[in-house]
């Protein structure tokens, strides 16, 4: 058997879980250079030649830490003049 190294290579899965149109058709993970996306797909119609092919999309595993984290303004003294 041929020993694969596990980077720069994905699978995709049919989305037997589809409850939504806007949910993918096809899920799975891929390995970039040593770091794991989640990988979606939609197979979609082309209106132009109605050619079918797949739409994509990709993001970190580690979402939440890709996220801005949104954390409120405190002033230093309540009663400091704003400064405009």
């Known amino acids: 058997m041929t020993e694969y190294d596990n980077t720069d290579r994905g699978v995709l899965y049919r989305n037997e879980n589809k409850t939504s149109e806007n949910h993918p ?3 799975g993970s891929v390995n970039v250079s040593g770091t794991d996306y989640w990988l979606s797909g939609w197979l979609k119609e082309s209106k132009k ?22 954390k409120p303004v405190v002033a230093a003294d309540p009663d ?4 405009f």
């Open 25 to 27: 058709d096809y899920s």
């Open 49 to 70: 030649d109605g050619k079918k092919f797949f739409s994509l999309s990709v993001r970190p595993k580690n979402d939440a830490a890709s996220k801005p984290v949104n």
């Open 80 to 83: 400091e003049d704003i400064p």
